[in-house]
């Protein structure tokens, strides 16, 4: 027996619908900013080259391979979560002779691999499916946000683990204290006027406010071991070259420079969300060639602690 009319209507109805959204997806156009609907306009000051709203994943997905205000911001941080998924399975699967303690070293830097790798894939996810619709726009926002806390929370482990290696209390205190400003920060991220143009500055507040309490602990250590100890063993001067690219970043992206004084000349290249994904990804790897160097000292002298050190 053959299919009723009415079957195939259907069969025919979901059989163009499928060959309109083909064509239609490979035929959108970039459109200027002042057109977009109001959940798409985020910074006014890139006028031009902007995707249109593109309700398909398939052409979201589809977009990373053309030009527009979003290619930028996508492919840093792609690139950047590829590259740092390497150098993770690299180091986790260093032989275990490199090291004083190979699993509890291994898990500390497996949890800062983790939180970078997060923040990079929620991040250059969330600026392809961004123009998806309103609800995945926002959904996906908040995953973004959410992978900053993490990358933040997750570069602490292995600073504080090996800075305080021999004064395990402080390190304990430290990590709960991050691990509760980190998830303060993620509830607060999950509020939908959050990623609004508006709240862009407290944005950028919330996310320096939790990486800047590292202040404390990195105090802490200098007072205890002295400016020049920490400078040397310490690798304080790693640790201050990465906030100072976070913050670079932050501010740039929180003031929108350069393009707020070139408006229409930065909307492809070089505007301050670009500039912000290559300082991130720039200070995770300083933050991580710090940490390492950390480690490489403590395999040097052994795993044991001198009683000045356990003071």
Same mark, same amino acid.
């Given at each position: ?16 619908? +499928?060959?309109?959204?083909?064509? *239609? ?38 977009? #990373? ?6 290619? /930028? ?47 990079? $894939?929620?991040? %250059? ?28 929370? /997750?570069?602490?482990?292995? %600073? ?21 400003? /980190?998830?303060?920060?993620? #509830?607060?991220?999950? *509020? ?44 304080? @001067? ?5 906030? $100072?690219?976070?913050?670079? /970043? ?8 350069? +393009? ?8 492809? %290249? ?12 720039? @200070? ?28």
């Amino acid at each position: 027996m053959g299919m009723s009319p009415l079957l195939q209507a259907h069969h025919a109805m979901e059989r163009m619908e +499928e060959f309109v959204c083909k064509v *239609w997806e490979g035929r959108w156009r970039v459109i200027p900013h002042d057109v977009l609907p109001d959940w798409l306009k985020d910074n006014d000051f890139l006028l031009h080259g902007h995707r249109p709203p593109m309700p398909s994943f398939r052409a979201c997905f589809k977009s #990373i391979f053309r030009i527009h205000t979003e290619t /930028g911001n996508i492919w840093t941080h792609l690139l950047g979560c590829v590259f740092f998924l390497c150098l993770g399975i690299f180091y986790m699967f260093r032989p275990n002779i490199s090291f004083v303690a190979p699993l509890q070293e291994k898990v500390v830097f497996g949890l800062f691999f983790l939180g970078a790798i997060l923040c990079l $894939s929620f991040s %250059w996810l969330f600026h392809t499916v961004y123009c998806h619709s309103e609800g995945v726009s926002r959904l996906f926002s908040k995953l973004d946000y959410s992978g900053i806390a993490l990358l933040i929370m /997750g570069s602490f482990v292995p %600073w504080l683990y090996y800075s305080f290696y021999c004064n395990p209390q402080p390190c304990f205190i430290y990590l709960i204290v991050i691990c509760v400003l /980190g998830i303060a920060a993620i #509830i607060v991220s999950q *509020w939908d006027m959050f990623a609004t143009p508006q709240y862009r500055g407290v944005r950028a507040g919330v996310f320096l406010g939790l990486g800047l309490s590292g202040i404390i602990p990195t105090l802490h250590y200098v007072i205890s071991e002295g400016f020049l100890r920490a400078a040397t063993i310490g690798q304080i @001067g790693w640790l201050m070259l990465m906030a $100072s690219l976070y913050i670079t /970043g932050a501010a740039l992206y929180a003031a929108r420079i350069p +393009e707020r004084f070139f408006p229409g000349k930065c909307d492809i %290249w070089f505007h301050s969300h670009q500039l912000f994904h290559i300082f991130v990804v720039a @200070g995770a790897f300083v933050h991580f060639h710090g940490v390492s160097n950390l480690q490489e000292f403590r395999f040097m002298i052994g795993g044991g602690c001198t009683e000045e050190e356990e003071l």
